[in-house]
């Protein structure tokens, strides 16, 4: 690519440098306390220290990436380092902060442009600006999502976003051991990606351990290659072992296990993410009401502590059946399965591989336990790569990333960055509506008046919510009631994009020709 | 028009990039007992509440002229107190009289600041975005690209959303008022001029380019028919605007007066603080502020004001045109930034604004003059912390002209319209061919002296003799730039001949 499309792409990020003087979340007291762990402490006590509430749990890469972060952050201030220093916050700590979070990125830039190396797109116009790679790299990098939760509530999804979508690249340019080893470091960064991992798997296995398919494109058994079995063992094996052998050496393999999956945590989060669980929840309470209005229901019975209170804790469901975490599990393997069949029976290569892990993502923000809203980002930012490819994608990735950022807004809840909220919102939504739109105007229109209705319905949501409810009296009686409209609002969206991919993946003919891979 | 869609884009990028510099600090923040002119609007919108419009200008108990007194026209008056009863409406505290002084906190700076994106949302940024839709022989990309160049120029951003005013009330009114004049709709364009000049007086930078403009249209229509007609009209609309606006003062003499002596400080100097202009910098060199005296000072300013401007707006009368009309705002301009009485470094936005019009036209030299307008405003900046923001949105904006005007391909001499100039040169010194390629060098020499003054302010601690000397020197080479502008700009409107007017535009 000439410099001039890479430029016009990567130009947006400049402007992320002047968000770095907005409030701070908590998110910060969390990184701040791991760098103190890291720096200060040695790697024995890394997963036992609870000084502070915010103990690590991310896997040993991301603590080993805070320790080499601490020995740069020593030189802005010192005392951001000391365990005690709990919320301690210097401009020179959040400066640095900010910093590395926007120097990180540059892996996710390149990663980018790997991407849309990939793309091959037709050629819609001559237009630089209809160009299917230059579309994708804006909504990758200009990605609302991904800019609210890194830049202002402040994580570090960019780089490991950009690991991930390194790892597609490489499985698209057929380098497979590469695809593998940047998954399996990615894995031992943020263990959320297990999410993704079954796709990976059956990936792997069926289209690059069998070299080659039948004429109809069925398995060919006797195809099988224990040498690349192997090496991907090895890989993967090499990558653990480099991670998790120290504290294997130590025996504090089960403190490490409990600590990255607390499952203590109830089934939603203090805000629910739009997932299968939150309609499930609404329901519930819908009943429950309805139950005491009809007097079905004794009121004695009904347990104290509401779900909507804030509190993040064990609770029971009044009317429904109460769920528990082998449960969301069951659901979640339920809801894979047809995909990764779909991936083994009927491979189209690395297209169809994108798309089961799509769903993987997705189903898992679906019926997963303690799902935060940000983890829909993992299935938003695959999806633009399919996006830019088939009308279809494009309808559903629009309604998808709309509503997923949509309910994101509750995360930014301070008057100063209301209108930077709302203007980054629609300059997305429009964007992207409006270079789809064009990319494939020669197809029937993306959207049908039910999904224009509830996309439009977005805005007197957010007007009722943040303009028009602090000002009601409902405000003091029911507080949570915007954030249950929200999430509720947008599981409604979230879940039509889920079954509209799941049935296009299903209903989609399997490729015809072998390909010798 | 179509890709409406993209002008929306725009748009909302302008406006974010606005409200993200507003969440850096004001002018004067935390610096008790001045604080700065984040606490003169706010005082403003206090002394304009509390007390009857009789006493807003003159010197009284409850009114100390000295601290904040008003000093712009009424118009602003008039504005601060709307401010005022939106203020009241949400919190008293923030204009009662006397005791709200120095008042500081996030929700009163959140509502000043969403004050000052009102009134950008209304005025100025659809007059932008009119302008472009407007332009002719350009293809509607190089429109979207223009107002974007437009809308992310820094130093408007960095002064009204940063070290806080409203400027972009009064810009926005002047840009209506040259939108209404170059499309012909004369007494529109007017009225929203003397609005402009009633919101600050500095806006009489621009008058003498629409005078002329104006006059030159009834000369060309005629003056014993439809000339005089015109022009007729176009003096009661300005009476009639100024009357309007000046109605509560008009009812005494001495409040008239004292309202002009408020706008017109003539006994405060030649000029105050460091500024970008000739006698700022020559004061360097020979302390003119002290040696002459004061009548002298206003003569002699007065003079090399008028000189500099003459042969540009004689040029304008006797061939009024929309391109020379925009042109000559910018050389007029310059001029009464260069040489007038009592300049404010933040004039200079007064120059830039005709300067973005003729962005599309020519855009190496626009952009240039830009980028220089910007670093002038340096020391400023640095004194309300808002270096970041600074250096961010003059990358950001450098980054938007280079890809959408390609800028360093249009450096020829046809396309720095230099064409006739060289041409003529070339008749009496036929070596004259270097035009060009001494623009850019001379490009590249300011822009390196830019970033390396830029960098040796920030992190450089001055000599204990000499405590100003970064912004001094910031002033010197700003002036040195504005300079060279000033006789290129003269340059380009005295040899646009006709014949520069059928060359096909490129785009």
Redesign the interface.
């Known amino acids: 690519m000439d410099v001039g499309p890479r430029l016009k792409a990567w130009k947006p990020r400049s402007n992320h440098q002047m968000v770095v003087c907005i409030h701070h979340s908590t998110d910060f007291e969390v990184h701040r306390n791991w760098l103190a762990i890291t720096h200060s402490l040695p790697i024995s006590q890394w997963y036992y220290e609870a000084t502070s509430e915010w103990t690590l749990d991310y896997p040993p890469f991301f603590a080993w990436f805070e320790y080499i972060l601490s020995h740069v952050a020593k030189y802005f201030d010192q005392e951001m380092l000391n365990v005690r220093n709990l919320n301690y916050s210097s401009s020179r700590t959040l400066l640095f902060q900010r910093f590395s979070v926007i120097f990180m990125d540059v892996l996710f830039v390149y990663a980018v442009h790997e991407c849309c190396k990939c793309i091959d797109g037709k050629k819609v116009g001559k237009e630089l600006t209809e160009k299917p790679k230059f579309i994708l790299s804006v909504l990758l990098l200009w990605n609302f999502g991904l800019l609210i939760v890194d830049h202002i509530h402040f994580q570090y999804n960019g780089f490991l976003f950009g690991l991930m979508l390194l790892s597609i690249a490489r499985l698209f340019q057929k380098r497979h051991m590469e695809g593998a080893f940047f998954f399996a470091v990615l894995l031992h960064f943020k263990h959320i990606y297990l999410y993704v991992a079954p796709a990976y798997g059956v990936y792997l296995l069926r289209s690059y351990c069998f070299t080659a398919n039948k004429p109809d494109g069925s398995i060919r058994w006797n195809s099988f290659s224990f040498v690349r079995v192997i090496s991907l063992g090895l890989v993967v094996f090499l990558v653990s072992a480099l991670s998790l052998g120290p504290f294997l050496a130590l025996n504090q393999l089960p403190q490490v296990f409990s600590r990255l999956f607390p499952f203590k945590r109830g089934l939603c989060h203090a805000y629910w993410a739009p997932n299968f669980w939150a309609l499930y929840n609404a329901l519930d309470k819908v009943l429950s009401v309805i139950g005491l209005k009809l007097k079905f229901l004794d009121p004695n019975n009904i347990p104290k502590a509401s779900m909507t209170s804030g509190l993040v804790q064990q609770f029971q469901h009044t009317v429904l059946p109460s769920v528990t975490p082998l449960t969301t599990l069951i659901c979640t393997l339920i809801a894979i399965l047809p995909s990764i069949f779909c991936l083994w029976f009927k491979p189209q290569g690395p297209r169809g591989f994108l798309r089961c892990l799509t769903l993987c993502a997705l189903s898992s923000f679906m019926f997963g336990w303690h799902v935060h809203e940000k983890a829909i980002l993992l299935a938003i930012l695959p999806m633009s790569l399919l996006s830019v490819q088939k009308a279809g994608d494009a309808s559903i990735f629009l309604i998808l990333t709309t509503t997923g950022h949509y309910s994101l807004f509750p995360l930014l809840f301070t008057a100063p960055e209301l209108p930077i909220k709302i203007l980054l919102m629609l300059l997305f939504t429009i964007y992207s509506i409006s270079s789809l739109k064009t990319l494939f105007r020669k197809e029937k229109p993306l959207f049908n008046w039910m999904e224009t209705f509830y996309l439009l319905g977005l805005g007197p949501l957010e007007v009722c919510c943040e303009f028009v409810f602090p000002f009601t009296s409902w405000k003091v009686k029911y507080p949570f009631l915007p954030l249950l409209l929200t999430s509720v609002y947008c599981a409604v969206g979230i879940t039509y994009a889920w079954f509209k991919l799941y049935v296009s993946v299903l209903i989609d003919p399997p490729v015809g020709k072998t390909k010798k891979q | 028009m179509e890709k409406w869609?993209?002008m929306?884009?725009v748009v909302?990028?302008g406006?974010?990039?606005r409200?993200?510099?507003s969440?850096?600090s004001y002018s004067g923040a935390g610096k008790p007992p001045m604080f700065g002119d984040y606490e003169a609007q706010r005082h403003w919108q206090e002394i304009t509440f509390n007390l009857p419009v009789k006493q807003w200008y003159f010197n009284s108990s409850d009114n100390n002229l000295q601290y904040w007194g008003l000093d712009y026209p009424p118009l602003t008056a008039y504005h601060s107190l709307l401010c005022a009863y939106v203020a009241k409406f949400i919190n008293p505290d923030w204009i009662a009289l006397h005791t709200s002084r120095g008042y500081e906190s996030?929700?009163h700076k959140?509502f000043m600041r969403t004050t000052v994106?009102i009134a950008d949302l209304l005025i100025y940024i659809p007059a932008v975005v009119l302008y472009c839709c407007c332009l002719k022989d350009i293809s509607t990309?190089k429109k979207i690209a223009n107002a974007l160049c437009i809308l992310l120029y820094p130093g408007l951003i960095l002064i009204d959303y940063g070290h806080f005013q409203y400027n972009s009330v009064s810009l926005g009114f002047a840009l209506w008022g040259v939108l209404g004049v170059s499309c012909d709709w004369d007494l529109l364009g007017s009225l929203a001029f003397c609005l402009a000049i009633n919101y600050k007086q500095m806006e009489l930078y621009h008058s003498l380019p629409f005078f002329c403009f104006l006059l030159g249209k009834c000369f060309k229509k005629g003056l014993k028919g439809k000339g005089f007609v015109l022009l007729v009209k176009l003096a009661c609309t300005v009476v009639a605007s100024f009357v309007l606006c000046w109605l509560p003062f008009f009812t005494e003499r001495e409040q008239t007066l004292q309202v002009l002596r408020r706008l017109f400080p003539v006994d405060r100097g030649l000029f105050e603080d460091k500024v970008a202009n000739i006698w700022c910098s020559f004061n360097v060199f020979l302390k003119i502020r002290d040696i002459l005296p004061r009548h002298i000072q206003l003569i002699m300013s007065f003079c090399f004001t008028f000189l500099s401007l003459l042969p540009a707006c004689i040029k304008l009368t006797l061939q009024p045109s929309s391109k020379g009309f925009r042109l000559t705002l910018v050389s007029c301009a310059l001029s009464f930034f260069l040489f007038s009485f009592q300049v404010h470094e933040k004039s200079i936005l007064l120059v830039s604004l005709p300067v973005c019009l003729v962005l599309s036209e020519i855009p190496f030299m626009s952009t240039w003059f830009l980028l220089v307008s910007t670093f002038s405003l340096l020391p400023l900046l640095l004194k309300d912390e808002l270096l970041?923001?600074s250096?961010?949105?003059t990358?950001?904006f450098f980054?938007?002209c280079v890809?959408s005007f390609s800028i360093f391909e249009k450096t020829s001499e046809e396309e720095l319209q230099l064409k006739s100039f060289s041409i003529s040169v070339r008749k009496y010194l036929p070596c004259f061919t270097f035009l060009s390629r001494m623009i850019q060098y001379l490009f590249l020499i300011s822009v390196i002296t830019m970033v390396l003054l830029t960098l040796m302010t920030v992190t450089l601690d001055p000599p204990q003799k000499l405590p100003d000397l970064f912004s001094v020197l910031v002033c010197f080479v700003s002036c040195l730039n504005f300079l060279f502008f000033l006789v290129y700009f003269n340059i380009i409107i005295m040899w646009d001949s006709k014949s520069g007017r059928n060359q096909k535009k490129i785009s």
């Open positions: 869609y993209l929306t884009i909302l990028i406006l974010t990039v409200w993200t510099v969440l850096n996030q929700a959140l994106l990309k970041m923001p250096v961010v949105t990358m950001a980054i938007a890809t």
